[in-house]
């Protein structure tokens, strides 16, 4: 009963924010592209070591926010590396009784107006839609499922594997040239659209 009671809130929120649709959304040519915002689950993030890999692969010039969200307190932030601009945490304890991060806990995370928010989760959890709910965003890419999709710009079928952020960001420097213009809207990429970057799963 209390599980069903906390999905409706969750569902009731999600829907306010997305009506709201807060921040200009606008699809920007990769070499635009310099905040980037990155969202993962300690629980099923595969290699930390691939992830800062991806990062110093993609070169120079742009500023890379990590917000990690964990069911228990991080033990170690140093494991994360020194790639990021800023780094942010979240656990249990951060949330509110509808699963949405509550507003003092990582509020610079949700208050930056980045470029590119992408979601590595590779499954559908509630906190992670709220996550990439909440967050200010010219483009959202995130895994393909009902709840996501509503959230994202761009939904990917996250590739298997240890180097999930590598694979996407190959992925969106094919698409990013063709589809970003500058003044673009995220409507052209086709919110029901499944793309595939690689074998992955939805």
């Not at 990582?106 to 906190?127: N, R």
């Not at 590598?166 to 969106?172: K, W």
Request: net charge positive; hydrophobic share 40%.
């Amino acid at each position: 009963m209390l599980e069903k009671l906390r999905n409706r809130c969750w569902k009731k929120r999600l829907r306010r924010i997305l009506k709201k649709k807060a921040g200009e959304r606008e699809i920007l040519p990769w070499d635009r592209v310099v905040k980037i915002g990155v969202y993962v689950d300690e629980a099923r993030l595969p290699d930390k070591k691939a992830l800062l890999a991806a990062v110093r692969q993609a070169g120079t010039g742009r500023e890379w926010s990590l917000l990690v969200y964990s069911d228990k307190p991080v033990a170690s932030k140093e494991a994360y590396g020194n790639v990021w601009k800023e780094l942010f945490f979240l656990d249990r304890k951060s949330l509110g009784f509808s699963r949405f991060p509550k507003q003092n806990r990582a509020g610079a995370f949700f208050q930056t107006g980045y470029d590119l928010l992408i979601d590595l989760s590779p499954e559908f959890h509630y906190v992670d839609v709220a996550v990439m709910a909440m967050a200010q965003a010219k483009l959202k890419v995130g895994k393909y499922g009902d709840w996501n999709q509503k959230v994202n710009d761009l939904s990917l079928s996250l590739p298997e594997g240890k180097e999930p952020l590598g694979r996407v960001l190959a992925a969106l420097q094919a698409y990013l040239p063709s589809l970003g213009t500058g003044g673009g809207s995220p409507e052209a990429l086709g919110r029901k659209k499944k793309e595939r970057p690689g074998p992955g799963r939805s």
